[in-house]
């Protein structure tokens, strides 16, 4: 599988879904799971603005602070996050 060219696929989708629904941006929900950190990743390659949202779940610390320093990188990677 082509990693690379599957993330493009969904990236640009988001980017026509956004466009086409006159959206002017993403806002995710953060658990620290790796669906939340997938999507949230997804739309900030878009360059569309995204609101990260911490939404801790009954589950360990841990996995808090995975969150909180998932949305850190995001937003020190990207400028619209």
């Known amino acids: 599988m082509n990693t ?3 993330i493009d696929h969904i990236v640009h989708w988001l980017q026509r879904y956004a466009n086409e629904a006159k959206s002017k941006g993403f806002v995710v929900g ?3 799971g790796i669906d ?3 999507t949230s990743t997804l739309c900030a ?3 569309y603005p995204t609101l990260l949202v ?3 779940i ?3 610390p841990n996995q ?3 969150a909180q320093n998932h949305m850190a990188r995001l937003e020190k ?3 619209y996050v």
């Open 30 to 32: 953060v658990s620290g």
């Open 77 to 79: 990677e990207f400028k």
């Open 58 to 60: 009954h589950q360990s």
């Open 64 to 66: 808090v602070s995975r």
């Open 4 to 6: 690379e060219k599957v």
């Open 45 to 47: 390659k878009t360059g």
């Open 54 to 56: 911490e939404m801790p």
């Open 36 to 38: 939340s950190a997938l």
